[in-house]
């Protein structure tokens, strides 16, 4: 006995429901959905398209760069991830439209940055904190706004997490303030909160300390008759280090340890000499 299946069973029913005298009872059965089907993905494809092309038109080249990097970001933890394969090339209209369409990512992201945008621009004051991406080289984690140059750019000084002056990592050394301000575009600052008064007044007397500091191990090398003979070696600014107290970097490059058990030897004299004073 054989069994019949219906393999259009939704078909089949509003085939039933349909008029005897309409027109789509003419149509041929088993073909209607898929038709319909395939319109319907077509239409869709296309709006998709539309929309793509109407968010990146309406989003400014900055925040379209700012949803790139978190997609890139997002991007390294594929399997299949190729960094080259993810380079957008200059912030133009067209390699934007490029980026999202070879990859085929999610109009989701255009989206909620449209949405941010049209928010308008962000409040950044004098004295905001602002969220800052740390890098290799200094533990800087956030900015301060320290002027605000027009309605799209701040200046902005490094500090990290604990709101005091950056260390660059590889040295020790403490940059200054003239060294570390940057201008920020308003878009991408997250800002996080605000400096105090007490904020500021740590930070300078954090720069105050480093630069008596660095001006003792600066004058002590050059007066003394023996190191002044003598290049300073790698490290000898290293903050970590009170080097005036004799607590020498833990690691010393081996071609500049004569050097550093020279520093070493006049330095414990002098502070033989001053406990004696004392």
Known sequence: MSVTIDCYPNETKSF????QDSPLQHLDYGGMLTMISNHVQQERAQNRIERREFLIKKINNV?????????????????????KQWN????????????FESHDIP??????????????????????LIKIRGNYYTDAKYGVVVEVIDKNTVK???VNKDLLPT?????GYMQRKQICQNTMNVWKCEVVGEVSAADWLAYNRAIRKFNQDMRCREEFWENHPVLNTLNKPHGFYNR????????????IL??????????????????????ENQ
């Open 63 to 83: 925040n379209l760069d700012v949803t790139i990097n978190k997609i890139k970001e997002e991007a390294k933890c594929l399997k299949s991830y190729v960094p």
């Open 254 to 275: 081996h071609q500049q340890k004569p050097t550093w058990d020279i520093f070493k030897g006049c330095i414990d004299e002098k502070l033989r000499l001053e406990r």
């Open 156 to 158: 902005y000084l490094h």
């Open 88 to 99: 957008k090339g200059s912030q133009t209209k067209k390699n934007f439209k490029n980026f």
């Open 107 to 128: 109009l989701q992201y255009l989206e909620d940055m449209y949405d941010i945008q049209s928010k308008g621009l962000p409040v950044v004051k004098k004295n905001s």
């Open 16 to 19: 039933d429901a349909l008029p």
């Open 240 to 251: 970590y280090f009170d080097i005036m107290n004799g607590k020498l970097p833990t690691r």
């Open 167 to 171: 260390t660059a990592k590889w040295s």
